[in-house]
C-alpha cells in the first residue's frame, strides 16, 4: 500500500539532501521517480532541486494552477515514488492532489518541506500535508546558539530579528537561522556581533 509521507525540517536541515538520497536509490534499482519542486523557489532557476552541498537536479515546477495528479496519471510510465521539495509552498489543492496520486494510482508520495515559517505559523502546503499524511516524520538539526533541537526559523535584516512581514520572501538580503524556542525569542546574535 502506498502512503503519503511528510518529512519536515527547519532551514539546512539537509531536507533536498535526502530527495537526491532517495531518488538515488530507487534509480540505482532501475526503479523511476518523478521530482517535483515548488515554481516559487527560483533560487537556483526554475525547476532545480539543489542543496547547499552543491548537488542539483532537475525537477518538475509546480505552478499554482499545476495539475498534479494529472500529470502523474498521465505519465507514460508509472513512477515508483513521487519525490517532492519545497512542500511548504504548495496550495491546499497540490496537496490534495498527492493524497489522490496515492490513493487512486498507488504510488508513494514523500513531501519534504519547513513547517513554520518564520513569523512562527505553518505554511499553507505544512498545514495539509499535516493533516493529510499517513506518515509524518521530523529532520533534526540543532539550534545555531545551543545544543537544543532547532524547531524554529528566526528571520533576521542586518542582524536584527523580524517576526513579521510577507510570509514568503526569497532570495533577498535577509538571512534565515534554524533556532530552537528559546532563541527563537531572545536569539544571541549581539552577543555574536560583540565577539566578532
Ligand atoms: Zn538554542
Redo the contacts with the bound molecule.
Keep these: 500500500m502506498a502512503q503519503l509521507y511528510y518529512r519536515y525540517g527547519t532551514m539546512n536541515s539537509g531536507k533536498t539532501i535526502e530527495i537526491l538520497k532517495v531518488a538515488y536509490n530507487y534509480e540505482e534499482q532501475g526503479k523511476g521517480v518523478v521530482i517535483m519542486t515548488s515554481a516559487l523557489d527560483t533560487r537556483d532557476g526554475v525547476g532545480y532541486v539543489s542543496s547547499r552541498i552543491g548537488m542539483k537536479r532537475p525537477a518538475i515546477a509546480i505552478e499554482k494552477t499545476t495539475d498534479i495528479f494529472g500529470y502523474i496519471r498521465n505519465l507514460p510510465e508509472k513512477p515508483y515514488c513521487v519525490l517532492v521539495d519545497e512542500a511548504q509552498f504548495l496550495k491546499r489543492h497540490h496537496v490534495y492532489d498527492l493524497a489522490r496520486v496515492v490513493d487512486e494510482l498507488d504510488i508513494p508520495v514523500m513531501a519534504f518541506g519547513l513547517k513554520n515559517d518564520f513569523r512562527n505559523e505553518l505554511f499553507e502546503g505544512s498545514k495539509y500535508l499535516l493533516l493529510l499524511a499517513d506518515k509524518i516524520e521530523e529532520i533534526k538539526t540543532i539550534?545555531q546558539?545551543?545544543k537544543?533541537k532547532a524547531t524554529m526559523v528566526l528571520r533576521t535584516q542586518d542582524g536584527v530579528p523580524v517576526y513579521d512581514g510577507e510570509q514568503i520572501q526569497i532570495g533577498g538580503n535577509e538571512t534565515y537561522i534554524s533556532?530552537?524556542r528559546?532563541?527563537y525569542f531572545a536569539p544571541e546574535i549581539n552577543k555574536e556581533n560583540e565577539e566578532k
Design positions: 539550534c546558539y545551543c537544543k533556532v530552537c528559546k532563541h
